[in-house]
């Protein structure tokens, strides 16, 4: 669990990081660099979770060694069965990372959501979703890791 008190936001308390694939932790179904060894570090506290659509069908070969669990959803109704997701961890314990329209409800309905504003740009209901954008993937998962800086974002 990652905890992180901040002022006029509350006291998170993480145990799950749930993330997009494509746009958010790859981009043309390819993992960015720096993306591997960051999620190592957090999986040694939080249980991570990809949920994707697998638009290119790579996730799984790219995660591969990667400790997390891999959800690959159904083409119709991405951005709710991402909300249900989240709801069924239970939202309060869960930070989310993403950048499509379809990611939305997960970052609105996780205790902590980030919208990534990477090569494949973010969706303007992603980033109106959101708590905090990050310029890149590493940039928000350094959040993470490194929770003083959320602190600094977010407390009013």
């Given at each position: 669990m990652r905890t992180c008190e901040i002022p006029d936001f509350g006291t998170l308390h993480l145990d799950h990081l749930v993330l997009d694939f494509n746009g958010t932790l790859a981009v043309d179904g390819l993992l960015l660099p720096g993306?591997?060894?960051?999620?190592?570090?957090?999986?040694?506290?939080?249980?991570?979770?990809?949920?994707?659509?697998?638009?290119?069908?790579?996730?799984g070969a790219q995660l591969h060694g990667v400790d997390c669990k891999l959800f690959v959803l159904p083409h119709a109704e991405q951005a709710?069965?991402?909300?249900?997701?989240?709801?069924?961890?239970?939202?309060?314990?869960?930070?989310?990372?993403?950048?499509?329209?379809?990611?939305?409800?997960?970052?609105?309905?996780?205790?902590?959501?980030?919208?990534?504003?990477?090569?494949?740009?973010?969706?303007?209901?992603?980033?109106?979703?959101?708590?905090v954008l990050a310029r890149s993937i590493t940039d928000a998962l350094d959040l993470l890791l490194h929770p003083k800086r959320l602190l600094a974002t977010l407390r009013a």
């Open positions: 993306v591997a060894e960051r999620l190592a570090a957090l999986a040694a506290d939080m249980t991570l979770h990809v949920v994707s659509g697998d638009t290119n069908g790579t996730a709710r069965l991402k909300r249900d997701y989240v709801l069924a961890l239970g939202a309060a314990g869960v930070a989310a990372i993403g950048n499509g329209r379809n990611d939305a409800r997960m970052l609105h309905s996780a205790a902590l959501g980030i919208a990534v504003l990477g090569e494949e740009g973010c969706a303007a209901q992603a980033l109106a979703a959101a708590d």
